[in-house]
């Protein structure tokens, strides 16, 4: 079992709307998150960082962690086209990183 | 732009060239990375220096060397490549090691294809 799991898509959305984007971890000694963007030919954006379970929320972005499922969240608002990457969640523990949802926001 | 300097930005070389791979940062952190991504996969790790020491070296071949010559900057060294060797190398860096509560910030990469 992968220590950091996520749906790598494609996912499709039209403009405007909100977007969920899930990973699961196995190793309930993990307590640091992190969220990267990552647009082709470049190299990963940190965008979120969380630490506890709960909520953390930075513009259209919201971290959400869930220790007692081992379920970390990345939600994102109003979602513009520019939006449109990879998105790789990943664990502050070990270095380990999940494989990356490709997101594409339609106009 | 980044915090996080990587030169070159694209490298193609033989595979009995020698080579080397730079990454700068002037944010005053002592943790640095190298990473290696193929196509449509994560970052995996390579290496890890903190404190201009290697910290952590995840059983990487020994064709690739990588050196702290400072704070500042991290070398890695390419030597013998494989065609399988061709991806995109990541430097990244952090105030301290990452499992201290300290995220990574990543450069652009360098893009490498070994012939």
């Known amino acids: 079992q992968k220590e950091v799991e996520q749906d790598p898509g494609p996912l499709s959305v039209p403009e405007g709307a909100i977007v969920s984007l899930n990973c699961t971890y196995s190793?309930?000694?993990?307590?640091?998150f992190m969220w990267y963007r990552q647009y082709s030919r470049k190299g990963p954006e940190l965008l979120m960082y969380?630490?506890?379970?709960g909520n953390k929320e930075d513009g259209r972005f919201t971290a959400q962690v869930d220790k007692s499922s081992k379920y970390i969240s990345l939600f994102i608002r109003d979602s513009q086209p520019s939006d449109s990457a990879t998105y790789l969640c990943?664990?502050?523990?070990?270095?380990?990183f999940g494989p990356g949802t490709r997101l594409s926001v339609l106009p | 732009d980044t915090e996080v300097t990587q030169t070159p930005k694209h490298l193609v070389m033989g595979m009995t060239n020698k080579k080397s791979l730079k990454c700068e940062q002037h944010?005053?952190?002592?943790?640095m990375y190298w990473y290696k991504q193929k196509a449509k996969k994560p970052p995996e790790l390579m290496f890890v220096?903190?404190?201009?020491?290697?910290?952590i070296n995840e059983s990487v071949p020994s064709r690739f060397s990588p050196e702290c010559p400072n704070s500042s900057l991290l070398n890695l060294h390419l030597h013998a490549l494989q065609p399988e060797d061709s991806a995109l190398y990541l430097c990244?860096?952090?105030?301290?090691?990452?499992?201290?509560?300290?995220?990574?910030?990543f450069g652009d990469g360098t893009r490498l294809s070994i012939l």
């Open positions: 990943a664990s502050g523990q070990n270095f380990v």
């Open positions: 190793n309930s000694a993990f307590q640091y």
């Open positions: 220096y903190s404190y201009e020491k290697l910290s």
């Open positions: 944010m005053g952190h002592r943790a």
């Open positions: 990244a860096s952090s105030p301290g090691l990452t499992n201290s509560n300290q995220p990574q910030h």
């Open positions: 969380t630490y506890s379970s």
